[in-house]
């Protein structure tokens, strides 16, 4: 099973500041159909998760551009370019590559 | 508009069954997959399995395929998830979430509101 690894688990930022979250997987994230499934979730609190970015670095509609994915193979990044207060939250890789599906720890974003 | 809407919150005692329900609408529901998430309190996401409604194929996690069935009624595009011999550890929110199928769809692209489930004596 795929397992992955979120680097910080929790990240204090300072609002208009620049924030990167890590995600490491333990397997190459490369599907046989070519496409890699590596997707970044939002939590705030009390709500349901929110797809941000998918397939490492397509922004969902309606995310705003602040918010950018990337890496390859095992190693993904979130970035968010300038930290505004609605981004406080829980933020979660999480790979569809492979049966079963997983999700990272977390990290929390602290203003 | 795609919507996803879970059945209301559970209280259940040790040892008992739950089943939790998702109501699809807005989309054509054998086109893509459903997973199933949990969230027990303070904690992270934890995957549970997933569903095929075209072909009724599923799929489960490793913490979970000896007490989780997952179903569909097509005819009501309604998903289901079943969660037996509950202990106090299953205490958490429930969530359903559309998926992909091959490539057509993205993961998580829609989910649920969640479903409270509260294991209780």
């Known amino acids: 099973d795929i397992v992955l690894t979120q680097t910080p688990l929790s990240s204090p930022v300072t609002l208009g500041q620049p924030a990167s979250i890590s995600c490491r997987s333990s397997?190459?994230?490369?599907?046989?159909?070519?496409?890699?499934?590596l997707s970044w979730l939002q939590q705030r609190p009390g709500q349901p998760p929110r797809l941000l970015i998918y397939k490492i670095s397509n922004r969902f509609s309606g995310v705003p551009d602040r918010f950018s994915g990337g890496g390859a193979g095992t190693d993904f990044t979130l970035k968010i370019s300038r930290v505004e207060t609605e981004d406080v939250g829980v933020y979660y890789c999480?790979?569809?590559?492979?049966?079963?599906?997983?999700f990272g720890q977390g990290t929390k974003l602290e203003i | 508009q795609v919507h996803l809407v879970q059945s209301g919150a559970e209280v259940k005692k040790p040892g008992a069954s739950v089943k939790v329900s998702c109501k699809a609408s807005g989309y054509t529901f054998n086109m893509y997959g459903l997973s199933w998430v949990r969230q027990a309190p303070g904690q992270g996401l934890e995957w549970m399995g997933w569903i095929n409604p075209y072909n009724g194929y599923t799929t489960y996690g490793p913490n979970f395929h000896a007490r989780v069935t997952l179903s569909t009624d097509t005819f009501t595009s309604t998903a289901y998830m079943e969660l037996r011999s509950l202990g106090f550890d299953d205490t958490a929110v429930y969530y359903c979430a559309r998926d992909r199928i091959d490539q057509i769809g993205i993961d998580g692209e829609h989910w649920g509101q969640g479903t409270l489930v509260t294991v209780a004596s």
């Open positions: 999480m790979q569809a590559t492979q049966f079963p599906h997983s």
């Open positions: 397997q190459s994230l490369v599907h046989s159909d070519g496409n890699t499934y």
